[in-house]
């Protein structure tokens, strides 16, 4: 069914189509992998109960150094969008997960507070992921789980453990007497629970004492538990 936001006169119009048509190019598309940062807009797009095409852009560079990604995103990371009904009913075009998942509350005015106070303390925790949780644990995964363990010299496995357990804690605090980092469920926990539930896939829960822990474990079930988040944690589907 058609989202009461979009605007059916609209129709794409980007270079990456040449790589990954638009089946319909009148609702916005998402070029993605289900990665944590891949995920949180699919999750996003779910929850907001936005029309969308997603397209599976690989981690491999054949996909994200191809000449029609960078041309969406010249720093070569998925997730990407193009929405054709943008501001002013003009397209546009975005990389990076929480400047999208801004994007995405603001078009559909949900899961971010409308009171400046609460805004702005929703931003910060998503920040929180952006220049915190993300980088840490991706440079876990290298230095634990990926070809950074087979280095002998132990002081980056030991750091980015430490950093984990520490920004872990953080959250745990953060989650004392609440079952969404602001109350209300909004996209900062969009964008933090997938990072968490990384952890997983990198064979670190133990490393990082994350059975140690109350509320963060209950917290990532608990987004897990969503039914817009089980459709969209593998959209689009990974390859077979």
């Known amino acids: 069914m058609p989202n009461e936001l979009s605007h059916p006169f609209n129709e794409l119009s980007h270079p990456i189509t040449e790589r990954w048509p638009a089946q319909d190019p009148q609702k916005l598309q998402l070029y993605s992998f289900p990665t944590p940062n891949g995920v949180k807009v699919s999750v996003a797009l779910e929850e907001m109960g936005l029309d969308y095409e997603a397209h599976l852009v690989t981690l491999a560079d054949a996909d994200v150094k191809s000449p029609e990604f960078l041309a969406l995103n010249p720093n070569n990371k998925i997730p990407a969008i193009i929405d054709p009904n943008g501001p002013d009913g003009q397209q546009i075009e975005l990389f990076e997960s929480g400047a999208i998942l801004i994007y995405l509350a603001e078009k559909t005015g949900t899961f971010l507070s409308k009171d400046p106070k609460t805004r702005y303390e929703t931003i910060q925790w998503l920040m929180f992921q952006m220049g915190g949780l993300g ?16 280095m002998e010299d132990p002081t980056a496995r030991d750091r980015y453990i430490a950093e984990a357990k520490r920004l872990l804690n ?18 900062a926990d969009m964008a933090i629970a997938p990072w968490l539930n990384g952890l997983a896939f990198y064979k670190a829960l133990e490393v990082t004492g994350y059975h140690d822990l109350k509320n963060v474990p209950a917290y990532v079930e608990r987004f897990y538990a969503r039914p817009a988040v089980a459709k969209a944690k593998n959209i689009p589907p990974r390859p077979e």
Do not use: C, H, N, T
């Open 170 to 187: 953080v959250l745990e605090q953060r989650l004392e007497g609440r079952d969404w980092i602001m109350g209300d469920y909004s996209i």
């Open 135 to 150: 980088p840490m644990f991706g440079q876990l995964g290298f230095f634990y789980a990926f070809a950074g363990a087979k």
